[in-house]
Structure formats: structure tokens, C-alpha cells
């Protein structure tokens, strides 16, 4: 988090609760990402054009904003190949063992006091200070 601005994060803030709700408004539909995603293959025909082009949207996004600013954000994965796709494979379990992503749980489900959602999020958070935590110890740093 070098280039971290308050602004920046507002506005990304904004552009996301925005979305999420002009989804919700406009289509009836939750902007959680892993739904989406996996509604892009596994739904009725009829209701997969706007979950393709929400998928493409995820993609174009980043593309857009590069073309735009000329620079693309630095990131540096340091994990193994193998563990990086254990790690996946666990989260994609994860998903749906909890029926959705931090996305459709933590900006929608919490928007709309949800229950379940507010156990989830406090679960996901809990989860990762835990896993955190572990791997600062048995790794070190």
C-alpha cells in the first residue's frame, strides 16, 4: 500500500456501491462476483448475456484504466505455483460452502442487513486474521 489515497479509495468505494446497487435496482440481481461468475456457465441462456458481459466489465476494467493512465499497478506473487492453486482451489470451496464471496456477502449482503451475511462477513474476517496470524508465525515476517 505505497500509493494508498483516501480519495482514490472513496471513489472506488462509490464506483462499487453504485454498481452493486444499479444491479440490485436494475436487474433484481446480487453483484456477488463468485454467483455471477459461475452463472456465466452454469445457468438458462436467457439469463447469461449479462453475466458475460459483467465478467467482461471485471476484465476490461483494469485494461481501460492502463490505457488511461499508462501505468499498471505493481504486484509481486511469491508463492509456488502449487500453492497458489491449493490456495484457489480452497477458496473456490470456500465460496460455496458459504454460499457466496466477500463481494456478495460484505457489500451486498451487509447493505441489506442480511443476516447471514453479517455471520458470514465476521467469519471471513475472523478466518483471515487467523490464517494471517499463521502464517506470520510458521513462516515468519
Known sequence: ??????VSALIGGVLIGVSATMLMWLNGRIAGISGVF?????????DRAWR?????GLIAAPVFYSVITRSTPAFDITGNWPLIVI????????VRLGSGCTSGHGVCGLARLSPRSMAS?????????????????????
Open 1 to 6: 500500500m505505497e500509493h494508498f489515497t483516501p
Open 38 to 46: 459461475s452463472g456465466v456457465a452454469f445457468t438458462e441462456p436467457g
Open 52 to 56: 458475460i458481459l459483467f465478467v467482461v
Open 87 to 94: 490456495a484457489g482451489l480452497l477458496v473456490g470451496f470456500g
Open 121 to 141: 462477513v465476521g467469519l471471513f474476517m475472523i478466518a483471515g486474521m487467523a490464517t494471517a496470524s499463521a502464517a506470520r508465525f510458521l513462516v515468519g515476517g
